[in-house]
T-cell receptor
Framework: AQSVTQLGSHVSVSEGALVLLRCNYS??????LFWYVQYPNQGLQLLLK??????LVKGINGFEAEFKKSETSFHLTKPSAHMSDAAEYFC??????????????FGTGTKLQVIP | GAGVSQSPSNKVTEKGKDVELRCDPI?????LYWYRQRLGQGLEFLIY????????KSGLPSDRFSAERTGESVSTLTIQRTQQEDSAVYLC???????????????FGPGTRLTVL
């Protein structure tokens, strides 16, 4: 079984401030973890992913996330927010190395507002 | 190659009518997912196809919902006797097989916006 919890359905930051979007997961096997972004009136696109190896992963547009097994977390960060970062962000988990079954479970999403 | 395509992009129907939504995944992607996204809400998992395995239908909200997939290509989601609560954007996504090491990395279509009057 797997699940994802995103703390905070809405987050507001000032332009230039640190962005921190929280994601905690549960998985009975080592997970693969993802962040997706959905810009207004657009489809979802992959922002970054963790499968194995380095626990700090970098994605597009200056975002990065760190896999912390001990905390079962995969928080998304960006040092300096831009107006163009306003979007909805979804964290997702799938069982890694599951031998063929890889249903992806999404969190409920966090809407990021960037204030000028 | 082309991305995931969905048709129609918009569908307006009357309550009680049946609708059929289509998804064309990326060629070579063995996994296909359907999600529902109600206005202002997150993704609701509906069904997952993986190769020739039996689909995971655990997310279908009622027996009015069904989905089929032809081999590893086109999928159709059918909603019978539509209700106003079915109004939402229906998203399709596909991904490579688990053996690729990139499973779970989903490519989404633009969605079908369904409005039930």
């Amino acid at each position: 079984a797997q699940s994802v919890t995103q703390l905070g359905s809405h987050v507001s930051v000032s332009e230039g401030a640190l962005v921190l979007l929280r994601c905690n997961y549960s998985s009975s096997v080592p997970p693969y973890l993802f962040w997706y972004v959905q810009y207004p009136n657009q489809g979802l696109q992959l922002l970054l992913k963790y499968t194995t190896g380095a626990t700090l992963v970098k994605g597009i547009n200056g975002f990065e996330a760190e896999f912390k097994k001990s905390e079962t977390s995969f928080h998304l960060t960006k040092p300096s927010a831009h107006m163009s970062d306003a979007a909805e962000y979804f964290c997702a988990v799938t069982p890694g190395n599951s031998g063929g079954y890889q249903k992806v479970t999404f969190g409920t999403g966090t809407k990021l507002q960037v204030i000028p | 190659g082309a991305g995931v395509s969905q048709s129609p992009s918009n569908k307006v129907t009357e309550k009680g009518k049946d609708v059929e939504l289509r998804c064309d995944p990326i060629s070579g992607h063995t996994a296909l997912y359907w999600y529902r996204q109600r206005l202002g809400q997150g993704l609701e998992f509906l069904i997952y196809f993986q190769g020739n395995s039996a689909p995971d239908k655990s997310g279908l909200p009622s027996d009015r919902f069904s989905a089929e997939r032809t081999g590893e290509s086109v999928s159709t989601l059918t909603i019978q006797r539509t209700q106003q609560e079915d109004s939402a954007v229906y998203l399709c996504a596909s991904s490579l097989s688990p053996s690729s090491g990139r499973a779970g990395e989903q490519f989404f279509g633009p969605g079908t916006r369904l409005t039930v009057l």
